[in-house]
Nanobody, 130 residues
Framework: QVQLVESGGGLAQAGGSLRLSCAAS????????MGWFRQAPGKEREFVAF???????????YYDDSVKGRFTISRDNAKNTVYLQMNSLKPEDTAVYYC????????????????????WGQGTQVTVSS
C-alpha cells in the first residue's frame, strides 16, 4: 500500500507560480511511476504530467500539451516526494490537483490514462485569478 498526500495548493495570480508536493508513505515510492492529474469543476479528471521510476540512471517525463513548457515534474526518492513546479499560471489551470502512483512500465503512462494508476491522493486545490 502507498499513501499519497498532496500539499502546496492555494491561490495565485495569473502569471505566478506554485509548487505542489506529493508525499508518499507506506511502501517506498521509488519503485512507482508518479503522475499528476487535475479536475476542474464540471470537467473530467485530466492528465497533467508523469515521471518514471529511474530507468538506467534516467527519469522519463511526459506532459500534457496544455502545460508543456510551464510545468515541471520532479522527484526526490530520498524524501519519497514528487513535485510539480507550476509557472506562468493561467486561470484555466484552476482545478483540484491529484497525484497518483503506478507500477507499470513507464512507457505505459505516455498517454495519460488514469486507469493505469494504482494509488491516488486526496487532492489539493489550486486557484488562479486573472
Amino acid at each position: 500500500q502507498v499513501q499519497l498526500v498532496e500539499s502546496g495548493g492555494g491561490l495565485a495570480q495569473a502569471g505566478g507560480s506554485l509548487r505542489l508536493s506529493c508525499a508518499a508513505s507506506g511502501r517506498t515510492s521509488s519503485g512507482y511511476g508518479m503522475g499528476w492529474f487535475r479536475q476542474a469543476p464540471g470537467k473530467e479528471r485530466e492528465f497533467v504530467a508523469f515521471i518514471s521510476q529511474i530507468v538506467i540512471k534516467t527519469y522519463y517525463a511526459y506532459y500534457d500539451d496544455s502545460v508543456k513548457g510551464r510545468f515541471t515534474i520532479s522527484r526526490d526518492n530520498a524524501k519519497n516526494t514528487v513535485y510539480l513546479q507550476m509557472n506562468s499560471l493561467k486561470p484555466e489551470d484552476t482545478a483540484v490537483y491529484y497525484c497518483a502512483a503506478g507500477s507499470r512500465t513507464y512507457s505505459s503512462y505516455r498517454d495519460g490514462d488514469a486507469q493505469l494508476y494504482d494509488y491516488w491522493g486526496q487532492g489539493t486545490q489550486v486557484t488562479v485569478s486573472s
